[in-house]
């Protein structure tokens, strides 16, 4: 099936997008109609007693009843830490945990963990409005789009 001229020039708009510098005919392809997968890095979920865990008994026993435990577990349940890096400096000035705790509970922090997400093929956003698009692109259409854009 042959592109209409509205269709044809949305197909080379999207093929001059950034996204597609450096991409093979094949790849570009493979972005426009295949599902990938897309290897990310975020920080590890914090837990109350996954903090707990890594500090002494006697860190625990202070902590338990120091009056701003109720704000420190909101930041824990908020992921926030650049909050929690603040309350580690404060308890350790305070006495409340020692230099050992605030190492292991900064470490906490800073770790991390590999997720991968789905990334949808770009012709359902890219060409949602285009009347008429087909869903898959014919090749010979598609080669002739990418060779004029992308030589």
Do not use: C
Request: charged share 20%.
């Amino acid at each position: 099936m042959s592109l209409t001229p509205a269709q044809e020039m949305a197909l080379k708009a999207e093929l001059g997008r950034s996204e597609y510098d450096g991409l093979t005919e094949s790849d570009a392809s493979d972005r426009l109609h295949v599902t990938t997968q897309k290897a990310k890095t975020v920080p590890a979920e914090l837990s109350v007693s996954g903090l707990l865990g890594v500090i002494s008994s006697t860190g625990q026993a202070n902590l338990s009843s120091h009056p701003m435990l109720g704000e420190i577990r909101r930041d824990i349940d908020n992921q926030d830490r650049t909050a929690l890096g603040v309350w580690i400096s404060v308890l350790t000035a305070g006495g409340v945990i020692d230099a050992a705790d605030a190492t292991n509970l900064s470490a906490q922090l800073a770790l991390t963990t590999d997720l991968t997400e789905e990334v949808p093929p770009r012709i359902l956003e890219a060409f949602g409005g285009v009347e008429g698009m087909p869903n898959v692109i014919d090749s010979a259409d598609f080669s002739a789009a990418y060779q004029e854009v992308r030589g």
